[in-house]
């Protein structure tokens, strides 16, 4: 089930971090900028078709903003960023704990 008030905060969140006014956002996903504030508060729910939009506009997986979880793909990306800027003792480290884990 979606939380509507968790999704408005991510949605308000990551429009926040675009640089994105309320105004502009709401131009952008052809909605009113009421209607936009509401679904930011929880006080409305927004269609899975209007969740598509929101999602394209803010360039997130629709997963993500609906439930806060990334898709297995951005998470894979995530995890590679970060392994990659570990030296590589570090690496070798990450690589004997998956080596140990995959065995269990």
Do not use: C, W
Request: zero cysteines.
């Amino acid at each position: 089930m979606i939380n509507f008030k968790a999704l408005g905060k991510r949605i308000k969140k990551a429009r926040k971090k675009k640089g994105l006014t309320q105004e502009k956002f709401a131009e952008m996903v052809d909605i009113a900028t009421e209607y936009e504030s509401r679904i930011e508060t929880g006080a409305a729910r927004p269609s899975l078709v209007l969740l598509e939009k929101i999602s394209s506009v803010l360039e997130m997986d629709e997963a993500e903003i609906m439930f806060g979880n990334k898709s297995d793909e951005e998470e894979v990306k995530d995890l590679m960023n970060k392994i990659f800027s570990m030296d590589a003792k570090k690496r070798r480290a990450v690589e004997h704990i998956i080596d140990v884990i995959s065995d269990l």
